[in-house]
């Protein structure tokens, strides 16, 4: 917790990031009913976003708060922490999670929803790929389309999640990280964005 609290300094005085302690518009501007917040179905708050540019792009790091039953309907709320790394996207695609299964079962993700239903018939793909990796999307082509093994090994290894809405991609990991943590997530993402086919970029029936 301590070298958690050393980095938001860091990384908040540096000019090249702007800071806030909490950030309810930012949290307003997502889809509460996907992951990582939909995590939080009593709640959910955003704590230490900050705002800035990575290899050209601008990027949201903040670490989330998710509110939900310990147990029964008379038990306390614990708040969940984790670390969500927020990048643009050139267009928008099918709204697709991919969640490793080493962070969902950390993540205790039960019956709660990856994706929001309003965004269209929401399906589970366990037969895609590898048992590394959940696959849950709108458009089960365009999620064969981006997978592959070594996406999948890569979210593995990184105990990492994503989805995407609409022009951006919300990655996520269980856990308050340092923000030099979360600059390593931001990577990984990168990658995996730079690794859809092109044919993605084409992808028909998306506004």
């Known amino acids: 917790m301590f070298e958690v609290r050393k980095s938001i300094k860091r990384f908040r005085d540096n000019p090249a990031w702007t800071y806030r302690k909490r950030a309810r518009d930012y949290l307003a ?6 992951y990582p917040f ?3 179905p009593d709640g959910a708050r955003i704590d230490n976003l ?8 601008e990027v ?39 969640t490793s299964n080493r962070l969902a079962s950390s993540a205790r993700e039960e019956k ?24 849950v999307t709108t458009d089960p082509d365009f999620a064969a389309l981006i997978n592959s093994y070594a996406l999948e090994r890569l979210m593995h ?30 990577d990984t993402l990168t990658t995996i964005i730079n690794g859809f086919p092109e044919q993605a970029w084409n992808w028909p029936g998306v506004m």
Request: glycine share 10%.
């Open 29 to 34: 501007t997502c889809d509460d009913h996907g």
């Open 60 to 98: 949201s790091l903040f670490h989330l708060l998710a509110w939900k039953r310990a147990g029964g309907p008379y038990q306390p709320n614990v708040a969940w922490p984790y670390s969500v790394a927020v990048l643009p996207l050139p267009r928008a695609l099918p709204a697709t999670a991919f």
């Open 157 to 186: 290894d990184a105990k990492l999640g994503w989805r995407i809405e609409g022009n951006r991609m919300i990655g996520w990991t269980s856990g308050r990280k340092t923000y030099e943590d979360l600059l390593t997530m931001t």
């Open 112 to 135: 709660l929803p990856a994706l929001n239903p309003a965004t269209g018939p929401v399906r589970n793909l366990p037969d895609l790929g590898t048992h590394l990796v959940r696959h």
């Open 38 to 40: 939909s995590l939080g």
């Open 50 to 57: 900050l705002q800035g540019a990575v290899q050209g792009q």
